[in-house]
């Protein structure tokens, strides 16, 4: 393809939620790593929460943020794990609509090139809502810059090809036309 035919980037929306217990604004590196990137990318931070690990907290979290037009695209940091407080993907769960196997997958693959068996501990998950993408990666800042910088910093950006996220955003609420 062209530069002549590759369309323009397209900054989008996000929110980061960082799912702790203990954090605060003050010591969320993992929300601080997610927040450089996708600023330095050219996106856009739509709003930044921190959550306790519960999940009607993380389920109401996730649908007011599904259900805001201005928000395309949801990240959260945190409860991905097996341990009994970790019920991030239970939350995300019951909110999506479809999930995308294939992040988790990928997150994992890319994840046992640094850290061998100690990946198949994460849960790291993704799905879509009402049109929005929801991604669940692990509590560590070097768990979100494989996350941004290996799957999302190509998927968001829509000259990335063969295919992206951003060029389907449009047809995400086909099934209600």
């Known amino acids: 393809m062209s530069d002549a035919t590759k369309p323009e980037f397209r900054p989008v929306n996000i929110a980061v939620m960082t799912v702790s217990d203990s954090r605060t604004f003050a010591d ?17 931070l739509a709003d930044r929460k921190i959550v306790k690990d519960e999940v009607p907290l993380i389920t109401a979290q996730l649908k007011a943020w599904v259900d ?8 959260s940091t945190g409860g991905t794990g ?3 407080r970790d019920v991030t993907p239970e939350a995300f769960a019951e909110v999506w609509e479809k999930d995308i196997p294939g992040f988790g997958e990928l997150f994992r693959w890319i994840s046992y090139q640094k850290i061998k068996t100690s990946t198949v501990q994460s849960r790291a998950c993704a ?8 991604f669940a990666l692990p509590g560590s800042p070097g768990a979100c810059k494989d996350g941004w910088d290996e799957i999302l910093h190509d998927q968001l950006d829509i000259r990335h090809k ?7 955003m449009p047809r995400l609420n086909e099934h209600l036309k």
């Open 68 to 75: 805001d037009p201005a928000i395309e695209v949801v990240i």
């Open 82 to 84: 097996v341990t009994g």
């Open 127 to 134: 799905g879509v809502a009402n049109g929005t993408y929801l």
């Open 162 to 168: 063969p295919c992206n996220f951003v060029e389907l």
């Open 28 to 44: 969320d590196k993992s929300g601080d790593t997610l927040v450089a990137r996708l600023e330095a990318d050219g996106h856009i």
